[in-house]
């Protein structure tokens, strides 16, 4: 096992050397508030985008409706007359 014992500019504050990225418990614990903030924005995108698509097809499928139901008024009253 290698051991890890990095050379340290403590001037610059910096390890030198090493690919190794050290973070706090406070930082780990933003990025994933973070990271979680945005999975919800993206599910409740996608609900909207769900909810909108139905009201678009309702929508749709009552003006479908309702205009077969307006010939078939208007030819009904026709043929009344």
Known sequence: ME????????KDRKLLGTHVHL????????????THIQEMEIKEIHKVTVA??????HI???ETVNAQNSIR???TCQSLF
Do not use: G, R, Y
């Not at 909108?52 to 097809?57: A, F, G, I, S």
């Open 3 to 10: 051991e890890f014992n990095p050379d340290i500019n403590w």
């Open 23 to 34: 973070k706090t418990p406070a930082v780990v614990a933003k990025e994933q508030l973070k």
């Open 52 to 57: 909108q698509q139905m009201v678009e097809k």
């Open 60 to 62: 749709k499928d009552s």
């Open 73 to 75: 008024i208007s030819s």
